[in-house]
Nanobody, 125 residues
Framework: QVQLDESGGGLVQVGGSLRLSCAAS????????MGWFRQTPGKEREFVAA????????YYTDSVKGRFTISRDNAKNTVFLQMNNVKPEDTAVYYC??????????????????WGKGTPVTVSS
């Protein structure tokens, strides 16, 4: 089992920045892709960004390209999501996700092995 613990969510104004962190613990061995999804009430959980084991490749959903940056520190078993120039539509609960061992994280929720409990982000206008 891998436990994922998100932090860094909160209230931010339009155009501001926020940095989310995801600390992994437990059976963290196994080179696996990591990433972030988000969800708003009444909607399906959607893919945001993903990163490979060696910090490449990285890929993003179109709506956050140029604004969000995903990174990781394998020595600390931590993944980050730097959110810049946030917009009201970025308001959601953000979930950290881990792919199966030796796999990249895909954009489908069905291909996620482990989930965090989520951290809420609210963008105020």
């Amino acid at each position: 089992q891998v436990q994922l613990d998100e932090s860094g969510g909160g209230l931010v104004q339009v155009g501001g920045s926020l940095r989310l962190s995801c600390a992994a613990s437990g059976r963290t061995s196994g080179r696996r892709g990591m990433g972030w999804f988000r969800q708003t009430p009444g909607k399906e959980r959607e893919f945001v960004a993903a990163i490979g084991w060696r910090s490449v490749p990285t890929y993003y959903t179109d709506s956050v390209k140029g604004r969000f940056t995903i990174s990781r520190d394998n020595a600390k078993n931590t993944v980050f999501l730097q959110m810049n120039n946030v917009k009201p539509e970025d308001t959601a609960v953000y979930y950290c996700a881990a792919a199966p061992a030796d796999s990249y994280l895909e954009s489908s929720t069905s291909r996620v092995d482990f989930w965090g409990k989520g951290t809420p982000v609210t963008v105020s206008s």
